[in-house]
């Protein structure tokens, strides 16, 4: 493992960084439960390390987004509660950051590390579209929110990885534009080759949020990065884009066969990422 991957926020740091947003920063996180009960602070109901679920979920407030959002922290079972490396799951517009228990993550995880590879978390939070607007940035969340509640949650505070389908997907590669990603998967990612294309979904508020956002327009950066490309040939609205990414960016792991834009092609889809991410470590 790249120890670099691992260099974690010391707690007092984050706790200091934190003060400015008051005690809700980091807001409740819980063992996941059939109970419609809320989460409660995560200062009270943070288990003892020895003592941590394979999966924890909760709520936890957001300063890039303004406002509280979900968290799911999925480890593989069998492992020793200690500090693993992370990889983000960003999800499609319509979904949330649950949907990848819905995915069966938890044990797509487990036997991947069962299987031989090195165990790492999957950290996935709500994200809306992201894209955002002048009030909700979700990539500020990933950048700034994110590592402080990872550290809290004695993983590491800089993720290797990230895997992202439909808005997710877009929103993984730009992610790798970021120095310090050792692998990025994307499935079936939202992409627009000009303006026009991107104004018809009304989901940019500005061109210059696009133009920011695109990844067909930052390719010389995402080559920096080994990437996954994942598209159905059936999603004809995405499928001759991503082949066309996959060539400018030189991406090292390509799949494009049957399926659509929907659950059963991501399901089938999202295990094949995390393997390929889980080679990176």
Known sequence: MNTARTVRLSRRSVLLAGAGLGAGLLAGCQQASPSASPPENVLQTKAPTSEVPPVVTGRNLSAGRYREVDIVIIRPEGVPPEPIPVCIALHGGLGGAKVFLDYGVPQVLTQIVKDGAQPFAVVAVEGGNWIGNKDDDPHRMLNEDLPGWLDY????????????????????LNQGRSPGFQAVAAISPNLYASWDSAQ???????????ERLEPLRHTMELGKTPIGLWCGTEDTTRVELTEQLAQKVKAVKTSFGPGGHDDAYFRAAIPEALKFVAGYL
């Open 200 to 210: 018809r979904t009304n989901m940019y508020d500005n061109q210059a949020r696009w």
């Open 153 to 172: 949650h004695d993983l590491a505070s800089t993720p290797f990885s990230v895997v992202g389908f439909g808005e997710g997907g877009a929103a993984a």
